[in-house]
């Protein structure tokens, strides 16, 4: 507690000290009954505290966050992440711009889950330009480099977005998007390769006890996936509007490379990501502003998700010789109020997974709550 | 690892402190007067980038046709919203900002914009600027789960 308070007191003293631009504090408490998300259910309080602090030079702007989560039942989870990035706007033409960025990230976690510890770097290039006052034409590049604790997981990968989207005098928006990725891991392994497996609790832990275990005939270096989006949006009056979206993504080439993939609330699993899975998701979407000039949002997502590689297993952790294939629907609620200063958000989700492995047989509820402090140095113009 | 890991929060805390000493804030060309603040609920006519103060990236210029008046206004609203936000002609767009006049044009410094059912605030009361760095990678930071 004493080294925590000395932490907020530096980073106090030197935004102030470095004239940033904004400073801004968080605080978010997060509660679920499902922390590991699978059929054991395991409850867990997660308190979220952060900062940021951002400062412009000229064209370029510099800004660095920190945030300490500690979960109150798996307090070994608990982890730190720092980011440090700047970015820049350079516009081409009254209509057209490019945005650039440039994001280092550090990720500690204690010592039973070393594994997760990672370092990155992130790359972003967007373009946007007007193809008329209705319709706008964007493009998005990414590059991510990712090393973590266990080398295994290491892996550089691409992503290229185009996007279209034309509004209409009905108030109807049309939005399409097509997305392809590439994610080479660093690591590869052969059968000739002895790889050390630390093992965890088992069911004990509400885990998997092989879940990082590379797959010995493992071949393929990367994965590729490609993926088509659309969305119709439809505004009503000033003050709500609801959309309808679909998402269907393919593999094109590879394969998880792991036994067993999951995905933790909160907490980035290094073996889950948009590439583990092809498969499609549905959903729609309502936003209202309430009285108090609240912001309310309600949705309800489907979707269903293969996971090529992976085979499911049964509670004795036999496989059963398909491959595991999920499908979820989620409910999702959240009220969210900004001020200039504060901004408070309450959020609610139910989410329902069935599997054709037991294991990830599930649902959870999923509650949050938070407020963000912002100071406002008067710096920028 | 704990040490390091302070060790290197505070390096570059005091790298970034040293970056920033010595910079001059420039005057800008116009200011936010609270006193001339105004609401506005109009329809946007065009979406342009236009430079606005010195060393600063260029802003997001949204023109704007007030409903009840037919009146044209010009909104200043920021430089990271261009690419945050997708504005489009025929839109609805209520703002609260400062006026002033310039070549004979109405012009207004956004303070707040109430926008497809969404309130973004853009400065605090005084008109202090409330838009951060990092906006489109900023974002993707969870706050719960869904949206």
């Known amino acids: ?16 000290s470095l004239k940033a631009d904004s400073f801004s504090f968080s605080f978010f408490q997060n509660m679920t009954d499902n922390i590991f998300q699978n059929r054991y259910s395991g409850r867990d309080q997660l308190s979220q505290m952060g900062f940021y602090v951002d400062k412009d030079f000229s064209k370029i702007s510099i800004f660095t966050e920190g945030s300490y989560s500690y979960l109150f039942e798996n307090p070994s989870l608990s982890y730190y992440i720092q980011d440090l990035g700047l970015d820049y706007l350079h516009p081409v033409s009254e209509k057209a711009a490019f945005y650039f960025s440039l994001l280092g990230q550090g990720a500690f976690y204690r010592s039973d889950y070393n594994d997760f510890n990672s ?70 392994y052969s059968s000739q390769e002895v790889v050390m497996v630390e093992e965890s609790g088992g069911h004990q832990s509400g885990r998997r006890s092989y879940l990082f275990m590379p797959k010995t005939q493992f071949e393929g270096q990367s994965i590729q996936v490609f993926s088509f989006a659309g969305l119709i949006a439809q505004g ?4 709500a509007g609801f959309n309808i979206s679909g998402m269907k993504q393919w593999y094109i080439s590879g394969e998880n490379p792991f036994t067993s993939v999951e995905e933790f609330y909160m907490v980035e699993n290094p073996s889950y990501d948009r590439f583990a899975w092809e498969g499609y998701q549905v959903g729609s979407q309502v936003t209202l502003l309430i009285p108090w000039n609240i912001e309310l949002k309600i949705g309800y997502t489907m979707g269903y ?14 496989l059963l010789g398909v491959t595991r294939e999920d499908k ?54 | 690892m704990k040490k390091g890991l302070s060790l290197l929060i505070i390096v570059y805390l005091l790298g970034f402190w040293s970056l920033s000493s010595g910079q001059e804030h420039q005057k800008p060309q116009h200011f936010y007067n609270v006193d001339t603040e105004k609401k506005i609920k109009g329809t946007i006519q065009e979406i342009i980038m236009e430079p606005r103060y010195k060393d600063s990236s260029p802003f997001l210029i949204i023109k704007l046709e007030e409903k009840k008046t037919h009146q044209k206004f010009i909104v200043e609203i920021s430089p990271v919203r261009f690419f945050t936000h997708d504005f ?60």
């Open chain 1, 305 to 318: 998700k293969e996971f090529p590689g992976i085979e499911s297993m049964n509670l004795d952790e036999e």
């Open chain 2, 88 to 147: 489009h002609k025929g839109e609805e767009l209520e703002v609260v900002g400062s006026l002033y006049s310039k070549d004979g044009n109405q012009n207004i410094i956004a303070r707040q914009i109430r926008f497809k059912g969404e309130i973004v605030i853009l400065r605090d009361k005084r008109g202090f600027p409330a838009w951060r760095g990092g906006g489109m990678k900023h974002k993707k930071r969870r706050k719960g789960k869904g949206f």
């Open chain 1, 1 to 16: 507690m004493r080294k925590l308070s000395i932490y907020i007191l530096s980073i106090l003293f030197l935004s102030v």
């Open chain 1, 119 to 188: 370092l990155s770097f992130n790359f972003l290039a967007a373009f946007k330009t007007y193809l008329s006052q209705t319709s706008i034409l964007k493009s998005n590049y990414s590059l991510d480099y990712k090393s973590f604790g266990y080398s295994l997981f290491d892996f550089v990968s691409h992503g290229l977005s185009v996007s279209f989207d034309k509004y209409f005098q009905t108030r109807t928006t049309l939005k399409s998007e097509i997305n392809w990725g590439l994610k080479f891991f660093l690591h590869p």
């Open chain 1, 236 to 239: 009503i009056g000033g003050n």
């Open chain 1, 328 to 381: 979820r629907r989620s409910f999702e609620t959240r009220l969210e109020k900004n001020f200039a200063r504060f901004s408070f958000f309450l959020s609610y989700a139910y989410v329902d997974n069935d599997s054709n492995d037991p294991f990830f047989d599930w649902h959870g509820n999923f509650l949050s709550a938070g407020i963000e402090w912002n100071m406002l140095f008067g710096g920028r113009k």
